[in-house]
């Protein structure tokens, strides 16, 4: 069986106090939850000490890690530098930092190594844009961007990676994939981890749909068999609505 998980990924919100606080709120309600999923969080870099010291049940994630071990390259966070403080998952290749700091997939795949290396389980984002979509080339370009992305990894490796679709389209624009169009892509990247690595990678590889999640359309996309949880932007800023998501399961 496959771990369902549902990820909270605050982007670049929240102060240290409204971090603090929302994460409290969010480990509260997790002790409480009706749904056997694993709930992470990703605050920002600035907030995830604090707030490993107030969670337990619920994990805590990094939105985004170095290339490299540790030197010289100012402003970049250290994969080690997250294990350091409490860190499990990191989001890697997410679609904001491919659009906004030109993150390629040859970067991503070097940021999955070593994140890999020291210990780290990255949730691994992929998605096509709304032009790529209608264009007819979406399953073309989530087959690069997971090709190279996890190009070199082996079996083991898979075990502790987790994917992420998030048609960018679908980011922040409060228009969700319908059931049938997250199930359909779902379905894709299960039959291409069987061609890249084998049928037991594919069936245990835990596949989160991302994209206006709500607490109203969560448990219709749950609900598909290759739909393995969601990767929440807005609706986890409300612990309500995020642990709403939760209990969707
Ligand atoms: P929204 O849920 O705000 O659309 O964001 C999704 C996302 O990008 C999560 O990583």
């Not at 240290?16 to 605050?43: F, H, N, R, T, Y």
């Not at 707030?51 to 049940?57: A, E, P, R, Y």
């Not at 994630?61 to 499990?88: H, K, R």
């Amino acid at each position: 069986m496959r771990k369902k998980i549902v990820a909270g990924n605050w982007k670049m919100n929240t102060d240290l106090k409204e971090g603090m606080e929302l994460a409290k709120a969010v480990e509260k309600l997790e002790q409480e939850k009706q749904s056997d999923a694993l709930v992470i969080i990703a605050p920002p870099y600035t907030h995830l000490s604090r707030v490993n010291d107030l969670i337990d049940g619920v994990k805590l994630g990094a939105q985004n890690c170095a290339s490299e071990e540790s030197g010289a390259y100012t402003g970049e966070i250290a994969p080690d530098m997250l294990v350091s403080v409490g860190v499990e998952y990191v989001i890697i290749g997410h679609s904001e930092r491919r659009s906004f700091y030109h993150e390629d997939d040859a970067l991503l795949n070097k940021k999955t190594k070593i994140a890999l290396s020291k210990g780290l389980k990255p949730i691994f984002c992929c998605g096509e844009v709304l032009e790529e979509r209608e264009g007819g080339k979406l399953y073309d370009v989530i087959r690069e961007q997971l090709s190279v992305g996890l190009a070199g990894l082996s079996k083991e490796d898979m075990s502790k990676i987790v994917i992420a679709y998030e048609p960018v389209w679908a980011i922040g624009t409060g228009v969700v994939a319908t059931p049938d169009q997250a199930q359909e892509m779902h379905k894709f990247i299960r039959d291409l981890l069987v061609e890249l690595f084998d049928k037991q990678v594919a069936e245990d590889m835990t596949i989160l749909y991302g994209g206006s999640c709500k607490p109203s359309n969560a448990s219709e996309i749950f609900a598909n068999p290759d739909v393995d949880g969601g990767l929440i932007g807005g609706a986890a800023l409300k612990a309500e609505d995020f642990l709403a998501i939760v209990n969707a399961y």
